[in-house]
C-alpha cells in the first residue's frame, strides 16, 4: 500500500484560488474536487467490467436491482423507476435493451393488464450473478490503497455527508 506523499491537482487549485481571491475561503474545494474527480475516474473503470459483458451502467443497475429483489427476481417498472432512480423512460430503454438481449422478460401483471413485470431470465441471472463477481472483486481492487478501518470511517463520512446536504 502507498501512501501519499505530496500536494495533488486539487492542492494546486486551492492553492492558486488562496493566492488569486485571498478575501475568500477555497477549503471546501479540498472535499468537493476531490469527490467530483474520484466519481468521473471510478466510473470510468467501474464500467470497463460492465463492458465486458456488453453491459452499460443502467444496464448492471436493472439486473442488480431485479437480482436484489429475490425470488422470483421480478419487479414492476415503477418499482424499477423507484430503486434504480431513473424515469419511467429511462427503465423502458433499459428494459428494452436487455430483453432483446434475452436477459430479462416482460409480462402482463395479473391485476392489471396495463401493468407489466420484468423478470431477470435464467441467462440474465447467470449473467448478473457472473458480473457481480467482477464488479465487486473490481472494487475491492479499486480500493485497495485504503485500510478496511479506513474504508469503514470512510463510508460513515459519506453517508453522513449524504445525509445532511442542504436541501435546494
Given at each position: 500500500m502507498t501512501t501519499p506523499t505530496g500536494p495533488d491537482g486539487v492542492d494546486r487549485i486551492v492553492a492558486q484560488w488562496q493566492r488569486e481571491r485571498p478575501d475568500l475561503d477555497p477549503s471546501p474545494m479540498h472535499v468537493i474536487g476531490r469527490i467530483s474527480r474520484l466519481h468521473w475516474t471510478l466510473d470510468e473503470r467501474l464500467l470497463r467490467v460492465f463492458d465486458?459483458?456488453?453491459l452499460g451502467?443502467?444496464?448492471f443497475d436493472v439486473l442488480a436491482t431485479l437480482r436484489r429483489a429475490g425470488e422470483p427476481y421480478e419487479l414492476t417498472a415503477g418499482e424499477l423507476c423507484e430503486a434504480t432512480m431513473v424515469t419511467s423512460g429511462?427503465?423502458?430503454k433499459r428494459v428494452?435493451?436487455?430483453?432483446?438481449a434475452g436477459l430479462?422478460?416482460?409480462?402482463a401483471a395479473e391485476d392489471d393488464a396495463r401493468g407489466r413485470l420484468i423478470k431477470l431470465t435464467d441467462r440474465g441471472r447467470q449473467v448478473i450473478d457472473d458480473v457481480l463477481v467482477a464488479h465487486v472483486h473490481n472494487e475491492t481492487r479499486l480500493l485497495s490503497g485504503l485500510t478496511a478501518s479506513e474504508r469503514t470511517t470512510l463510508a460513515d463520512l459519506l453517508r453522513?455527508?449524504?445525509q445532511t446536504l442542504p436541501e435546494d
Open positions: 465486458q459483458y456488453d451502467r443502467g444496464e429511462a427503465v423502458t428494452d435493451r436487455l430483453e432483446r430479462v422478460a416482460r409480462r453522513k455527508l449524504g
